[in-house]
């Protein structure tokens, strides 16, 4: 099946850093994609969608100002903690669709701890 | 708006014996019904879809069928192997558009030998 990479895999920050996720499609083209967080023990939560080329739209109670959401292109999309606290320490996944009711392809996950 | 609701785990069963999570839904219309895997270590898997009423979905022994007058999709295997542990997730999509999925919250499976 389709290919979606995340990097960095794991990323330990002191609070108050900016981080950067990055979320590409490898071999098919992503329309839309999808960025969850999921807490331990807990269901992936929808943080926003990304359109190429679009601005993201984002879950109710997620601040857009914190997380930064780029998709420039259509093979990848970018979140960006900015300022990060312990509280933001979680794991975030990104899925990728190729478009209208496409199956959606999901990233290995990106655990961030912030100190 | 739509939900997923999953049975809570986690589950520990001996090899070769039946498997059944229940999973049941709260959605408007017609909304397409997913199992997803996340074996350790690694990221969600689609396992099997089904995208209408009485359809079953099938994948790697697993199966479930979408029961619209139950609101169920539950997720069953015939005979799991060690290789099965891992955490299931029931997850939904609207209808219309290209909408994200909504996940229940997950049931980890442990196979013993």
């Known amino acids: 099946g389709a290919v979606v990479s995340q990097h960095p895999s794991r990323v330990i920050c002191k609070s108050g850093t900016s981080v950067k996720i990055e979320c590409r499609s490898l071999?098919?083209?992503?329309?839309?994609m999808f960025w969850y967080r999921q807490f331990p023990k807990q269901s992936l939560m929808l943080m926003a969608t990304s359109n190429e080329g679009s601005k993201a739209t984002y879950e109710q109670g997620v601040e857009k100002d914190k997380f930064l959401i780029n998709h420039a292109s259509l093979t990848l999309s970018t979140l960006t903690v900015t300022s990060a606290h312990p509280e933001d320490s979680s794991f975030y996944i990104c899925?990728?669709?190729?478009?209208?009711?496409?199956?959606?392809?999901f990233g290995p996950g990106t655990r961030l701890l912030v100190l | 708006g739509n939900s997923v609701t999953q049975m809570e785990g986690p589950v520990t069963l001996s090899e070769e014996a039946f498997l059944t999570i229940n999973c049941t839904y709260t959605a408007t219309g017609y909304p397409s019904l997913f199992w997803y895997v996340q074996y350790p270590g690694e990221g969600l898997q689609l396992l099997l879809k089904a995208t209408k009423a009485d359809d079953k979905g099938s994948n790697k022994g697993f199966e479930a069928t979408y029961r619209k007058e139950t609101t169920s999709f539950h997720l069953e295997k015939g005979s799991v192997q060690v290789s099965d542990s891992a955490v299931y997730f029931c997850?939904?999509?609207?209808?219309?558009?290209?909408?994200?999925?909504?996940f229940g919250k997950g049931t980890r499976l442990s196979v013993i030998a």
């Open positions: 899925s990728a669709s190729g478009g209208q009711q496409e199956t959606q392809y």
């Open positions: 071999d098919f083209q992503a329309t839309t």
């Open positions: 997850a939904l999509r609207g209808s219309s558009g290209n909408t994200p999925l909504v």
